[in-house]
């Protein structure tokens, strides 16, 4: 039986903006501002939150989509990231109510496809809300609009759900905490499940 050859996808490289979209009048920046200018979508406002996170723990590396998480720490600690917020970019009769989704995943591999059951795949766990409550104050560049909970991975897994809701995370992490704050709390969990013991 013979098999092709894998294809290799290049590592991504960091773009300036200014290059050329070739055949077009356009750069990059042109198309970054015709597909996230506005940050109150769901995933530009989960790519902020990413990048959040990463400059928090001074990752310098690009976001790849098929990780099984989000950020790697220049430690080793890989991160996942949750974002929700009460504004989003529709019209809404009230606020959102704080939810974050998606905490198991089916990881995938060029040799395997998609694993079979979804598991919990990062060390820590971000869950970052947009905290504004009116579009007039809204503003995601602002870092102290961004409320953060941290939990390490051991906890989540033990909650065994795809979901939580702000209710419990204050429970478990405690009172949010601002952007400054990040950094520690991720080294904290991190450290905090690395002393569980392994079942």
Do not use: C
Not at 134 to 161: C, I, M
Not at 175 to 197: C, V
């Amino acid at each position: 039986m013979t098999t092709s050859p894998l294809i290799r996808a290049p590592k991504p490289t960091p773009l300036s903006g200014e290059e050329v979209v070739a055949g077009t009048d356009a750069t990059v920046v042109d198309f970054w501002r015709f597909a996230l200018s506005n940050l109150r979508m769901n995933n530009a406002r989960g790519y902020l939150a990413e990048f959040l996170v990463a400059k928090a723990v001074g990752s310098t590396g690009l976001r790849i989509e098929w990780d099984p998480y989000d950020v790697l720490a220049p430690n080793g600690t890989t991160i996942e990231v949750k974002t929700s917020a009460y504004l989003q970019a529709w019209d809404q009769y009230k606020l959102s109510t704080i939810q974050f989704t998606g905490l198991r995943s089916r990881v995938w591999t060029t040799e395997g496809g998609l694993t079979p059951t979804p598991t919990y795949n990062a060390d820590v766990y971000v869950f970052a809300i947009q905290t504004a409550r009116t579009h007039e104050e809204y503003n995601p560049l602002l870092a102290s609009q961004w409320r953060f909970h941290v939990l390490p991975k051991g906890t989540v897994e033990d909650l065994g759900q795809e979901s939580i809701g702000l209710a419990t995370l204050e429970r478990l992490a405690g009172p949010s905490i601002a952007y400054e704050e990040l950094s520690e709390a991720i080294n904290a969990a991190a450290r905090r499940d690395n002393k569980r013991p392994q079942h």
